[in-house]
């Protein structure tokens, strides 16, 4: 059986390599194994491409997690709190994602992955959680990891591979309010912040705020893969 290709988006930043400090396109490699434990075979994207026309060539896309969104990109003003931003990173991903949805590629967004399919279709985000009421307590970030329960809604295809409630871990201080287009399958169950969302008239389009590829939590990757060699 042929393996689907998979497209994960990656970040170039100034890295160590070798003594060299200089310009890297790297991702962890848990997306990576991710993706191959689940059938499918891993593709780097880089972010200096900002044509998304290298969908033509893919069976599936996966948007990964990385640094905060431009506010600029769902029409706020920056917070002080937002540090670290790539505009062309957020141009990149934010033309692969309309144009995944143009032609219906099966897609998974993790955490800032999800945010971004959430404001490439309308939605807005909370810029800073430790200081926006009722999340203040919501979870680790700057390097920390934090547990916390999720809930699922039934019928739907993440609820369906997980069940009623699953543990994620947390690792970011962003989060979504308003998800625009795309329909909440999930919430957080101690403060409610969504969690997991999904586009019901496509293939296969979830995003999940939590990183399953560190704990092994491959469920989503192999749904993807699944959607992906259409099965």
């Known amino acids: 059986m042929v393996r689907p290709v998979i497209g994960i988006t990656a970040p170039t930043r100034i890295t160590k390599w070798g003594p060299w400090d200089m310009n890297a396109t790297v991702i962890p490699a848990a997306y990576s194994i991710a993706i191959i434990e689940s059938g499918g075979v ?8 900002e044509v998304p026309d290298v969908l033509a060539a893919l069976d599936g896309l996966v948007i990964s997690g990385g640094p905060d969104i431009h506010p ?11 540090l670290d931003t790539y505009p062309q990173q957020d141009r990149r991903e934010l033309a692969l ?3 995944a949805l143009e032609w219906d590629l099966p897609t998974l967004g993790i955490c800032r992955g999800m945010q971004m399919m959430c404001v490439a279709l309308g939605g807005k985000m ?16 700057n390097g ?18 997980f069940g009623k409630t699953v543990s994620v871990n947390s690792t970011h201080h962003q989060g979504v ?24 008239d496509r293939r296969f389009f979830q995003g999940l705020q939590w990183h399953p590829e560190r704990i092994s939590q491959f469920q989503m990757y192999s749904a993807l893969v699944r959607a992906a060699r259409g099965s």
Do not use: C, F
């Open 97 to 99: 994602i309309r144009a």
């Open 42 to 49: 891993p593709v780097i994207l880089p972010p200096e491409d």
């Open 177 to 200: 309010y308003d998800p625009g287009e795309l329909t909440v399958v999930g919430r957080a169950v101690h403060d409610g912040l969504i969690e997991a969302v999904e586009k019901t």
């Open 126 to 141: 909370h810029q800073h959680l430790p200081k926006t009421p009722g999340h203040e307590s919501h979870g680790s970030w």
């Open 144 to 161: 920390g990891t934090s547990e916390h329960e999720v809930e699922l809604i039934p019928g739907t295809l993440i609820h369906r591979e």
């Open 72 to 82: 600029m990109n769902y029409g706020e003003e920056l917070d002080p709190d937002t």
